[in-house]
């Protein structure tokens, strides 16, 4: 009778819609839209978990100043107060470092004067802004770095 190693016969637990999103990041933004538009009509709930994984918050601070300028011409002020409930000090910092000094005073102003929120607020809110920045780099009005990118 031969010995297995226990280790050798357990399946690994792999999260799907990271993966995808993942495979997805490093393709052409209008070929990964297509992709997501054919599963959602399929699959509504994994095109979400897909999405959620597309992008994170603090992928905001890869962005060039530009394509954060852009970013925030194009979202609401109440969605970037609401964000910066839990956003890292690199995004807060890049955020802030892309306002002109008056708009960040009245940015940081408000949101030191914003109450309590409940979490998932915050994150509809980020969500909105990673949707925005998704629509922006698939329109081509942002470019983003990734160290998957050969630039001549």
């Not at 100043?65 to 970037?80: A, C, F, M, Y």
């Amino acid at each position: 009778m031969e010995e297995h190693n226990q280790d050798e016969t357990k399946d690994e637990i792999v999260d799907g819609p990271k993966i995808a999103a993942e495979i997805l990041n490093r393709m052409d933004p209008s070929n990964k839209e297509k992709i997501v538009k054919a599963i959602q009509t399929v699959s509504p709930e994994i095109a979400t978990r897909i999405e959620d994984n597309l992008y994170n918050f603090d992928d905001i601070a890869e962005l060039a100043p530009q394509g954060v300028q852009t970013l925030l011409k194009e979202v609401s002020e109440r969605d970037v107060l609401l964000s910066l409930k839990t956003a890292s000090t690199l995004v807060k910092d890049t955020l802030f470092s892309n306002m002109s000094e008056r708009k960040r005073q009245i940015v940081q102003s408000d949101f030191e004067a914003l109450p309590q929120v409940r979490l998932s607020e915050v994150q509809d809110a980020q969500r909105r802004i990673l949707k925005k920045l998704d629509d922006l780099r698939t329109s081509g009005a942002i470019r983003t770095r990734t160290k998957h990118d050969v630039w001549v």
